[in-house]
């Protein structure tokens, strides 16, 4: 069974800085896929950004950049500018590279505070 | 835009209660998905369907069943509502295509469900 571990359960940062949130994850799987949601308050959890497991580039989506470290096991969320409507819970997530098992493993979450 | 709706955003309930919870998309999506959220636990798998009238056991599925009649419509049910069941459930739906990294998880807004 797959495990994600999220070890930073609140974060806060100033307005403009970048912060990063970390992810590691358990597998015996060479194919599989990662994933950051981001919940803000009291709205849908929305998806933020994807990794492959075969790609070494990171990706990338406009402010949010991953740090995928596959041997280590580790991708992390890089968030630079950060703004207020950043403030959110963000999920990382696992899934199976195996097509039909769609099925996401979730980690516990980091709560992350923008302050003004 | 695609959405997933939820019958309630709010719902008490008193212990021994039969519970429905209701969950339809509007993308004609395969795979559909209950999750309870809880805060420190994250987001774990009750239930999955990839197809009407399939259904797949999550990680918790103890204290709850699902029916899926519709492609659109996939039920939460608490045979006997306990208090234990009191939290967050999230619905959510994907596309079932190749290659599954594509295949991202629109979510609903939530019912958080009390039971007394």
Redesign the interface.
Known sequence: AQT?T?SQ?EMSVQEAETVTLSCTYDTSENNY?LFWYKQPPS?????VI?Q?AYKQQNATENRFSVNFQKAAKSFSLKISDSQLGDTAMY?CAF?K?????????????TRLTIIP | DVK?TQSSRYLVKRTGEKVFLECVQDMDHE?M?W?RQDP??????IY?S?DVKMKEK?DIPEGYSVSREKKERFSLILESASTNQTSMY?C?S?P?S????Y???F????TRLTVL
């Open positions: 994600v999220q359960p896929y709205r849908q959890m929305i998806l994807r492959e999920f899934m590279g195996n097509f039909g098992n769609e099925k996401l493993t979730f980690g516990t979450g | 997933v795979n998905f999750y420190g636990l994250g987001l774990r798998l999955f990839y999550g999230l959510a994907s079932r190749y290659p599954s990294s295949n991202e998880q979510f609903g807004p939530g």
